[in-house]
C-alpha cells in the first residue's frame, strides 16, 4: 500500500511539474489569440466609430456579400491560393528530393541560394519586383533588346499579368521554405529504403512516387495548412507590389480590411466582420486538408 501511494504520489509530481511548464504558455496563447478573437466576434456585431458603437446584429455580415470589392478580393484571394499553393509545394518537394541525393556536388551552396528569398524582407522583394516589372524596368529591357517586344508592356497594369507577377514573386519568396520542411522530412528516410527499391528496377520517378511522397505525407499535409494559411491572409505583395490594382483587380480579402480599417472612413465593426470571415475560412479548409490528407486511425 505504501508503494502504491508513493508511486501515485510520484505521478502527481510529474503531473504538476508538467502542468507547471504548460499553464503559463496556455494563458499566453488564451490572452494574445482566443480573447482577441472573441473581441472580433463582438465587434462584428457593432457599428460606429471610436467607442460610439452601436449593436447591428448580422448587418455587417449582410453587407459582405453585397460589397462588390470584397467579394473581388476573396476570388482574387482563392486565384493566388488555387494556382500558387500546389506550384509552390510540388517544386519545393522536387527540389528538396534533388538536393537530398547523397553524390550531388555543391548540395550547400544550392539549398543555401533556394532558402535566401525566405530571408528577404517582405516588403522589399515586392518592391524589388515592382522595380523589375515596371514599363522601363529590367524584364522589359530585355524582352525589347531581344526584340520580343517593341515598347515596353505595363505588367503592372494589366489585371492577368499583374496577378502573374504576384504568383512568380509568392514562387520566388516561399517555395525554398517549403523545401526546407521536406529536406528535414528526407534526412530521416533510411537511404537503404532508396537503394533496396533501386535494387529492385524501380525507376526514379517510381521510387518518388511509391517512397518519397507517402513517408512524406505528414510533412506535405504541413505545409499544405500553413500555406493556405498564408494565402488566405495574403497581404504584402497586394500593398505593395500592385497596390490592389489596377481597379482592384488584385486585392486581397487581408488588403481590403486593411483599406477599410485604416485608409478610408474607419468602420472597424465591418473589418472585424471580414477578419472573422478570414478565420472561418482558414479552419474549415485546414479541417478539410486534415480529413483529407490524415488517415492515421
Same mark, same amino acid.
Given at each position: ?110 539549398? &543555401? ?5 525566405? /530571408? !528577404?524582407?517582405?516588403? %522589399?522583394?515586392? +518592391?524589388?519586383?515592382? @522595380?523589375?516589372?515596371? #514599363? ?105 507590389? &500592385? ?5 482592384? /483587380? !488584385?486585392?486581397?480579402? %487581408?488588403?481590403? +480590411?486593411?483599406?477599410? @480599417?485604416?485608409?478610408? #472612413? ?32
Amino acid at each position: 500500500m505504501r508503494k502504491m501511494k508513493r508511486k501515485m504520489s510520484i505521478a502527481k509530481r510529474h503531473n504538476l511539474t508538467g502542468w507547471t511548464f504548460i499553464v503559463p504558455a496556455a494563458l499566453l496563447i488564451v490572452a494574445m489569440s482566443f480573447v482577441p478573437m472573441v473581441q472580433a466576434m463582438i465587434l462584428s456585431f457593432q457599428s460606429g466609430k471610436g467607442t460610439a458603437l452601436s449593436f447591428v446584429g448580422l448587418s455587417n455580415y449582410v453587407r459582405m456579400f453585397k460589397d462588390g470589392v470584397f467579394i473581388q478580393s476573396i476570388k482574387n484571394t482563392f486565384f493566388y491560393l488555387i494556382l500558387q499553393v500546389p506550384i509552390m509545394l510540388v517544386t519545393a518537394l522536387i527540389l528538396a528530393s534533388v538536393l537530398n541525393k547523397k553524390d550531388l556536388k555543391f548540395k550547400g551552396f544550392f539549398r &543555401t541560394a533556394i532558402f535566401l528569398p525566405c /530571408a !528577404t524582407s517582405l516588403v %522589399s522583394y515586392a +518592391i524589388i519586383f515592382r @522595380s523589375l516589372f515596371a #514599363v522601363d524596368g529590367f524584364v522589359n529591357t530585355v524582352l525589347i533588346k531581344l526584340g520580343i517586344l517593341n515598347t515596353g508592356y505595363n505588367f503592372l497594369g494589366n489585371p492577368t499579368s499583374a496577378k502573374v507577377i504576384i504568383i512568380i514573386a509568392l514562387l520566388w519568396r516561399w517555395t525554398g521554405y517549403n523545401m526546407v520542411f521536406y529536406l528535414s522530412g528526407l534526412q530521416n528516410i533510411e537511404y537503404s529504403v532508396y537503394e533496396a527499391a533501386m535494387i529492385d528496377g524501380a525507376t526514379a520517378f517510381q521510387r518518388f512516387w511509391s517512397i518519397t511522397i507517402p513517408l512524406l505525407k505528414p510533412m506535405i499535409l504541413l505545409t499544405a495548412i500553413m500555406s493556405t494559411n498564408g494565402t488566405l491572409q495574403l497581404f504584402d505583395e497586394s500593398m505593395n507590389l &500592385t497596390s490592389g490594382g489596377p481597379a482592384n /483587380a !488584385t486585392i486581397t480579402m %487581408s488588403h481590403y +480590411i486593411y483599406n477599410v @480599417s485604416f485608409k478610408y #472612413v474607419p468602420n472597424f465593426g465591418y473589418a472585424a466582420a471580414m477578419s472573422f470571415l478570414i478565420l472561418v475560412l482558414v479552419a474549415l479548409l485546414a479541417l478539410v486538408q486534415m480529413k483529407v490528407g490524415d488517415k492515421r486511425d
